[in-house]
């Protein structure tokens, strides 16, 4: 479903969209009248719609149902900055594959610092818009030794550079979890010493050449996601 996102979204009767959304909306993604709209804020509120009237200066939408929305799990991301075009695409599967958090963490191998937020927002409200994501992820910039691993049941590490020393992951719906993925070096030894000493921390050792970031992600987001249907 073709979808919009608004940060001051509220319920009412009807919406006037202009300026920036009019523009993307008619000339974009070339929507006509008739066409429902998916209006999201990113926190959770959904909003479906009904091109009402188009105008040049203006598009209207009729108010047609609220789309209840609920975090079926709590997935958050412990991220180390990789490369610009490696990061904007795991932003974008965070987003996508409904991660509540991101922490961005210059780590050892980091090459790149964190772009400005108004460059991240925009990655994320594509995201959202293209797969109709009900949440939005917050971003924060930490240390390792900042994340409140204490607060997690699980925190997924996958490494293929030491054999497997904990328990496989295992996930519990209500309860938070933790992706841990590095950037394309890999982490430090140091970096490597202090994971593995954290008790939340899960190890999987995947049988699969060197991974780039995004692609890690993406692998460790299905582990985690499949532990939910056990």
Not at 17 to 39: A, F, P, Q, T, Y
Not at 191 to 219: F, G
Request: hydrophobic content about 45%; charged content about 25%.
């Amino acid at each position: 479903m073709r979808a919009h996102w608004l940060s001051d979204l509220t319920l009412l009767d009807s919406y006037v969209l202009k300026d920036e959304s009019l523009h993307h909306l008619v000339n974009v993604i070339r929507i006509e009248v008739g066409e429902e709209l998916l209006l999201l804020n990113g926190k959770g509120l959904q909003i479906l719609t009904v091109v009402d009237a188009i105008a040049k200066r203006e598009l209207r939408l009729k108010f047609k149902s609220e789309i209840p929305a609920e975090r079926k799990y709590v997935f958050d991301l412990a991220l180390g900055m990789p490369k610009r075009d490696a990061f904007e695409l795991c932003l974008k599967q965070a987003a996508e594959l409904g991660f509540r958090k991101i922490y961005l963490i210059r780590s050892a191998y980091s090459q790149m610092k964190a772009p400005e937020m108004d460059r991240m927002e925009k990655l994320l409200v594509s995201a959202l818009e293209q797969s109709n994501a009900s949440f939005m992820p917050e971003i924060e910039e930490v240390k390792w030794e900042s994340i409140p691993w204490s607060h997690y049941h699980s925190a997924l590490l996958l490494d293929s550079q030491t054999s497997i020393k904990k328990p496989v992951f295992d996930s519990a719906p209500t309860s938070p979890h933790l992706l841990i993925v590095g950037p394309e070096g890999g982490f430090s030894p140091e970096e490597l010493k202090y994971l593995h000493s954290q008790n939340q921390v899960k190890v999987v050792n995947l049988p699969t050449p060197i991974l780039r970031t995004p692609t890690a992600l993406a692998a460790g987001a299905g582990i985690m996601l499949e532990s939910l249907l056990k």
